[in-house]
């Protein structure tokens, strides 16, 4: 199935309704493409629809896209395993997930080492949840203390993922605690621009928006459901 230009207008009239509903500009919330299982030809097509910021979950699906496309910018956003940070370096322009001390340490020794100052985001498991990924708020606090001593990584903001409800209102109480610790955190460490709040997906993007996403991850509202 071709990629759908009439899907990209309904995302972008939903994306515009809710930032209208919230006083904000739409240029304030980027919309990241998720192309997880998404064929590269599909992902050409959006390319030309004029899309040009994706997401992608494993590094070696990713890799084969990214070096076949030779365009986009591309954000990591699956859980990164250590013995693929290396790749990850190389490929991407933002890691979304990070999720430990340890793998910021070493993301920090591989951006050193291949002379890039790699964005991340810190991924903050808000609903305590057993089975996700992300650091508990007070791990991430320590996270924040130590990341001064990481030239190799640049933290750009925060992110998190709320436990999946059919309906999105039931999402706004973590969207709404994200973008409060945001603003706490920034002025405890006001040498961080934790500009970013990367949250809400095609279900409940626009409860992310109203309560301050800049950053949406869309898949199956642009690309139809996954097979």
Known sequence: MPFSPENLRQVRRRLEEACRRAGRSPESVQ????????????????????????????????????????????????HLQRNKAKAAVRLFSMIETLDSLSLAIELNRLGLQAEKTLEVLVQINEAGEASKAGLAPEEALRLLEESASWPGLRIRGLMTLPPYDPDPERSRPWFRSLALRQKEWQKQFPQITLEHLSMGMSHDFEVAIEEGATLIRVGTALFGARG
């Open 31 to 78: 919309l990241l493409a998720v192309t997880k299982t998404v064929p590269v030809e599909r992902i050409q097509e959006a390319l030309q629809a004029g899309l040009t910021l994706f997401g992608e979950n494993y590094i070696q699906e990713a890799q084969l896209k990214i070096e076949t496309l030779g365009q986009g910018t591309w954000h990591f956003i699956g």
